[in-house]
DNA sequence: CATGAATGAGTCTTCATTCAT
DNA sequence: TATGAATGAAGACTCATTCAT
């Protein structure tokens, strides 16, 4: 039944080869870094021919930048969706601290990918201007916390500063977590930072 | 008179050599990216030939790893000593922060030499395992935290937690404005962010 | 009537695809030179996808050589015709400089492609021995010399020498002036050359 | 005594190399072809490194044209040297023409090199527009011509089109020859086309 | 016959490192 | 010590050719 059309079939197979390759992107940079991950190995993690990965990005660099974007739209609509059944914005915003360390825990290759490698070029940020990975995550953490002020949950802070502390704070932390091989307890950490946050953001007199 | 002592003149020559050497690393890699810096730039950058880089250091990784260490411990040094004036700790705390920003507003070169260019390579962390060129600065930072807290100035909290907290979101916002070529007033995020971090840390009912 | 038989309409196909795939080779080569051309160019200009012209051609020398000739053979029988009827030997050989020219002039790309393009493979000569391009238009030439020397037109030379000279100083001429494109006024050039090499066959004494 | 100057023996040293590398270019290229020539070749035949090739040339393009320019430029100083002692310009004029195909014959792989592959790139025409290797041929050319013209020993022809009628033959009969690798005898056919070329620019009634 | 996705050998170029001077 | 010419391994990318559909 699925197979029985051939456009389907051959767009699928199309698809998964490109797919093939994106994951080949991700995992081999988790594992090698950025600048040591050559055309080759991604070619031989996909299970394609170097030149086959011409036929789906212009260049190495574009593959990056796909990768990246692609990967970080992924996990934020994840995200998304998970705190999507949360009442309050803070309760939304709490979750949203957890579950991006709770996905980022669960795949940890992807920590290494956007914590640690994500930062590697400069090059990107001078020869792609439009190329700002986290401005979805941040732009989406500030709405939070607009409407959790909007909801007097929190006291009334500026909203950039603070998605810069929460976004820095992850951030950071993953990076070590994943550079130090995942060697001290993510959760405790987590919930201890998480705490603070909160504390920080409530109203006197509050709890 | 001057030159009557050939040994003292080659030491100082080869000190006032190795010294220049480093100084070109910091400066080229700010210029140019850590990428797109090779040995001949910082060799022309310092004044010296390409062989002559070899004479010290053994490889261009070791030459990258002890430019960012010197650099990162000669700044912890400057901060230390600015803040050792201060009375209490949570004020010394509290300037580290201030000073941190300041030094590197000063020196936006080395914003992205540090903060956007030092995590470039996961290959250093398993080259060489003892490369941990924030572990410094966060020790100190939690030597601050934990005083402070001795002092009864701020609550009860984890002091690893707050030291990840204070340098991750130092780490972020200098990162992002280095990347974004200092468009964004620092002085006015620090100054948001820092109320927040201390109002988090505050004791209840207090100030 | 029209599609009853498939055998016919099959080779009918082919020969208009081969053909395509003739003029594709030469309109593409015009336009960006030998080296720039590739299969996939050609495909797409002739309409066809990449592998179709494998259907036709054994490989891409051999599909340039036979375009070489192919032209190179229609385009000496179109000046034959023309030249037919012409009284004396001499007046076709002036003819067939000016037709040469002429139609040379009237379609720059056969210029590019056979006076520019045409020489830049020694290996052809090596690869396929046969593969004598100008050998066609050289013997006609020589044929014409005799022609012209038995009907006492012109004076005792050597067929050969001449017919280097004649074909010589057009492929160059026509090379330069495809070159430089189309800059200098080719028919003033011609006159002037066609001058000199009249004078310098005619007997003494003539005219 | 040739070598007791450190800054001597040096620049003889690079020079040479520079030198093999050039001669490994026209030498390399003259057996195997323009297009197949590459830069391993080059590098092998002039005894060095691939890298070093790039010490001396910018790109393989460059290389390419500086071995054309230099070696046209080599060739015209040696023949007009060669015939400087003529008296008449008539004689230097035909001396021009002895003399040139005669260093041709001596090196056949510069005829290979200069005849056949130097009209391989419209490339070059494009990219380096004051890339005109035949410029001085013809201009030197040309100035005999009008030399001779002004001595009174050939009728008024246009110079210009002289130059291309002698230039285009000899290198047209050149390229054939080096092509059919040397098969005919050039010296009888230079003879033959020598004298009809004479002849047709003698002055009636003349000889 | 026709397609065009896939292949992978081949090529230019860069650059960390060495070593003769 | 200091030099910088020389090295050659490595890597991004191209493209003629094949083959499953």
Same mark, same amino acid.
């Given at each position: ?35 040591? +991950?050559?055309?080759?190995? /991604? #070619? %031989?993690?996909?299970? *394609? ?55 980022? +825990?669960?795949?940890?290759? /992807? #920590? %290494?990918?956007?914590? *640690? ?91």
């Amino acid at each position: 039944m699925a197979y029985n059309n051939d456009s389907d079939k051959v767009k699928e197979k199309k698809k998964s080869k490109r797919e093939a390759i994106m994951n080949a992107v991700i995992m081999t940079v988790a594992q090698k870094g950025f600048h040591k +991950t050559n055309i080759s190995d /991604i #070619a %031989r993690a996909a299970n *394609v021919a170097d030149g086959t990965v011409y036929l789906y990005f212009k260049s190495k660099d574009e593959m990056f930048i796909k990768a990246f974007e692609e990967l970080a739209t992924k996990k934020l609509k994840t995200i998304k969706q998970l705190i999507d059944t949360k009442q309050s914005a803070l309760e939304r915003l709490s979750s949203f601290f957890d579950y991006h360390i709770e996905i980022i +825990t669960e795949n940890p290759y /992807i #920590a %290494r990918f956007i914590g *640690v490698e994500i930062r590697q070029s400069p090059d990107f940020y001078e020869k792609y201007p439009s190329y700002q990975p986290f401005k979805e995550y941040i732009s989406y953490l500030q709405q939070l916390i607009e409407e959790a002020k909007a909801e007097g949950d929190i006291r009334d802070v500026d909203a950039e500063a603070v998605s810069y502390i929460i976004f820095g704070t992850m951030d950071f932390i993953l990076a070590e977590w994943a550079m130090k091989n995942q060697e001290f307890p993510l959760e405790d950490m987590k919930n201890k930072i998480s705490d603070i946050l909160q504390f920080g953001l409530m109203k006197r007199g509050e709890k």
